[in-house]
Antibody
Framework: QVQLQESGPGLVKPSQTLSLTCTVSGGSISSGSYYWSWIRQPAGKGLEWIGRIYTSGSTNYNPSLKSRVTISVDTSKNQFSLKLSSVTAADTAVYYC??????????????????WGQGTMVTVSS | AIRMTQSPSSLSASTGDRVTITCRASQGISSYLAWYQQKPGKAPKLLIYAASTLQSGVPSRFSGSGSGTDFTLTISCLQSEDFATYYCQQYYSYPRTFGQGTKLEIK
């Protein structure tokens, strides 16, 4: 049973860089054709997809955040990471890591987020 | 970016009721749509993908339909554990986008 766990500082100062890591347990991050995503949710608001990475290092980012986001993967540690630079109070949110598994099956094309971490709250404040 | 609009934003219902939530995409997305359930303080849980396919382990009282721009999530007989917030999400194009959510509350 694959599980994801986010970790990182819960408080980041404005203008600094937010750094989070997602550790994959119960399976290899490199097995299968999985992509690994970051998604965030401000308190009381909806979900925003930040971006994703494949174990080859190939990435896709949300254009609204692309200039500030870097997602990387460390297969030796079974982890992937998020860096978000120049943060402001608007970046305060619960940050989730998630797995998606793009594939074709009997339903057609599928690429939904089937496994999520529990989420970690990050507050941007001085 | 494709905009996903859910209606209603909130809904009050009773145990045993049948409820329907609607999700509309700003452009056609074929059947590339997923539905999630989120309870307070928890991560979202995948319910349905490809607009109508139930994720393994999800009760059959949940069903989804639609294609193109208009989609629905139906819960046929509400149980107490179904009161939560529901989100639709498109995976037709980047960036992946979610609806704003529909909060299902107990009447």
């Amino acid at each position: 049973q694959v599980q994801l766990q986010e970790s990182g500082p819960g408080l980041v100062k404005p203008s600094q860089t937010l750094s989070l890591t997602c550790t994959v347990s119960g399976g290899s991050i490199s097995s299968g054709s999985y992509y690994w995503s970051w998604i965030r949710q401000p308190a009381g608001k909806g979900l925003e997809w930040i971006g994703r990475i494949y174990t080859s290092g190939s990435t896709n980012y949300n254009p609204s955040l692309k200039s500030r986001v870097t997602i990387s993967v460390d297969t030796s540690k079974n982890q992937f990471s998020l860096k978000l630079s120049s943060v402001t109070a608007a970046d305060t949110a619960v940050y989730y890591c998630a797995r998606d598994h793009p594939r074709f099956d009997s339903s057609g094309y599928v690429d939904a987020f089937d496994i999520w971490g529990q989420g970690t709250m990050v507050t941007v404040s001085s | 970016a494709i905009r996903m609009t859910q209606s209603p934003s909130s809904l009050s219902a009773s145990t045993g009721d049948r409820v329907t939530i609607t999700c509309r995409a700003s452009q056609g997305i074929s059947s590339y749509l997923a539905w999630y359930q989120q309870k307070p303080g928890k991560a979202p849980k995948l319910l349905i993908y490809a607009a109508s396919t139930l994720q393994s382990g999800v009760p059959s009282r949940f069903s989804g339909s639609g294609s193109g721009t208009d989609f629905t999530l139906t819960i046929s007989c509400l149980q107490s554990e179904d009161f939560a917030t529901y989100y639709c999400q498109q995976y037709y194009s980047y960036p992946r986008t979610f609806g704003q959510g529909t909060k299902l509350e107990i009447k």
